[in-house]
């Protein structure tokens, strides 16, 4: 597939994901892991297909990958969680879209860094970057909504 195309959907993907969760949706496991899970193989596949990719740039890729979990991980602090329905729904934030910039920004000065220490630019792909990300946060609000004692949605519920 071409990878402008590629990048294109992932885009539109993410940008419906967010503006879904900025209006509020219900939490439903299947609708909270699959983008995450679908775009860190797409990653995982991208990089495996890589030509070239050497020890170096795999431990950066992994570094920048536990750290977009981490990041991930706080910004899913920041979603507000609540009882709509007897279903638990979750809504971003003003605090859920500042964590966002700090986000891009830390991610940013990370790749900056990990290519002047020796990864080639070209080695961590974006998709793996967003679904690790997006997989942090999923993890945190599962964990939150599990603890909240408030039923998760039905996947038809809409």
């Known amino acids: 597939m071409n990878p402008w195309l590629l990048a294109l959907i992932i885009a539109v993907v993410v940008i419906a994901v967010v503006i879904k969760r900025l209006i509020g949706e219900p939490v439903n496991a299947r609708d909270l892991f699959a983008a995450p899970v679908i775009l860190t193989g797409i990653g995982l596949l991208s990089l495996a297909k890589m030509a070239d990719v050497t020890g170096t740039d795999l431990a950066w890729v992994t570094a920048s990958a536990v750290l977009g979990v981490a990041l991930g991980a706080l910004r899913g602090a920041t979603v507000q969680l609540v009882d709509k329905g007897g279903f638990l729904w979750q809504r971003y934030t003003g605090r859920t879209f500042l964590a966002v910039i700090g986000t891009l920004a830390v991610m940013a000065g990370f790749s900056v860094l990990a290519v002047k ?42």
């Open 117 to 158: 220490m020796g990864m080639h630019e070209n080695a961590r792909p974006i998709q793996l970057s967003i679904g690790v990300s997006f997989l942090g946060e999923s993890l945190v609000i599962g964990r939150r909504g599990l603890a909240s004692g408030i039923p998760f949605a039905p996947a038809r519920l809409r």
